[in-house]
């Protein structure tokens, strides 16, 4: 068994290390996944056969000390060197195997089911959701909000709630699905969004957007006209009434004009136009758009996401190493 372990884990080490080298495709669900199955065989021996068994040997070594202190005192001894309690305790310890393993279990379990049903962390790698978002926040994604999903499959089995425009949603990238983004809902099934000449349109009504104090990059130093946009909150076409503000940065210059950059399914929804381009939310679908509206690319570039790609919702900021006053929930 210690040769079987060592070999698992070894393979556990090395799917790690040729995924963060980038030799592989990894997929984190699935490796804790496996981790947590593994684990649980062992945890299972562990319970039902091998701690019985060291139990049995702990109580024979125990059962042939009294006998022999047992015949020491019928022959008139007593004083006796008899003493097994360090041998017991050897013989009640977990080999390293098992400790690696069985002894796991419950952490790795107990992590699974948060990460898969509940919250997962995330850190956000780019810019395309600054103001909201910035390089280095640790979030938190509800994992249940909009229904509770098999891990690695992601299939889908409770309603929960429907998306909403305005959600700071996380996603599994449509061309590569091993990939995780993140932006904001713009438009949902059934919704004709327009992005001309850098102006924001929902079934069309164009959405406001309210100059406020310029933005600071820090990563180019240098300023960047921010706008406090009012998006129309709702889960079908016909829902504008309600509305929430958030901010978004918007550079002076361009149109807002973009090229796709490949082929994307229901991309007949779409036309392109040197102003920008109008899109069609088929039934199922969302199209998503990041905050960093110069600087993201996003549904405009490569298409609709569908609904079984979706992750969950992002909420919470819970811990930015460069600035700590980032922790906090965000719109």
Request: neutral net charge; contains cysteine.
């Amino acid at each position: 068994m210690a040769t079987l372990t060592a070999f698992v884990l070894a393979a556990f080490v090395g799917y790690a290390g040729f995924w963060y080298l980038g030799m592989i495709e990894g997929n984190f669900a699935l490796l804790m996944f496996m981790a947590t199955v593994v684990t649980g065989i062992y945890w299972l021996a562990e319970q039902f056969y091998f701690l019985p068994q060291r139990k049995a040997a702990v109580e024979a070594l125990q059962a042939q000390a009294d006998k022999r202190t047992a015949e020491l005192h019928a022959q008139g001894i007593t004083q006796t060197d008899v003493n097994v309690t360090e041998a017991k305790e050897r013989l009640y310890m977990q080999p390293w195997w098992l400790d690696w393993t069985a002894g796991l279990f419950p952490v790795i379990a107990v992590v699974f089911v948060l990460r898969s049903f509940l919250f997962e962390p995330f850190k956000i790698p780019s810019g395309s959701m600054i103001p909201t978002l910035h390089v280095g926040d640790l979030i938190l994604v509800n994992k249940f909000h909009y229904g509770v999903r098999l891990p690695v499959l992601n299939t889908k089995l409770t309603d929960g709630n429907p998306v909403q425009r305005g959600d700071v949603m996380v996603f599994r990238y449509p061309p590569k699905p091993s990939l995780d983004y993140i932006k904001r809902v713009i438009g949902v099934p059934g919704d004709e969004v327009a992005y001309l000449n850098k102006q924001l349109t929902i079934n069309g009504q164009p959405v406001t957007k309210a100059p406020r104090a310029d933005f600071f990059e820090e990563g180019s130093m240098s300023y960047i006209p921010q706008f406090e946009e009012v998006l129309p909150v709702g889960t079908k076409s016909n829902e504008m009434s309600v509305k929430k503000n958030h901010q978004i940065l918007l550079l002076p210059n361009g149109t807002g004009a973009v090229n796709p950059l490949f082929d994307f399914p229901h991309k007949e929804n779409c036309s392109y136009t040197i102003e920008g381009i109008t899109c069609k939310v088929p039934e199922g679908y969302f199209f998503m758009m990041g905050d960093n509206r110069d600087n993201s690319q996003d549904s405009r570039y490569w298409g609709f996401v569908p609904e079984q790609n979706i992750v969950g919702k992002a909420f919470f900021v819970w811990m930015n190493f460069g600035s700590l006053s980032r922790i906090g929930a965000f719109q």
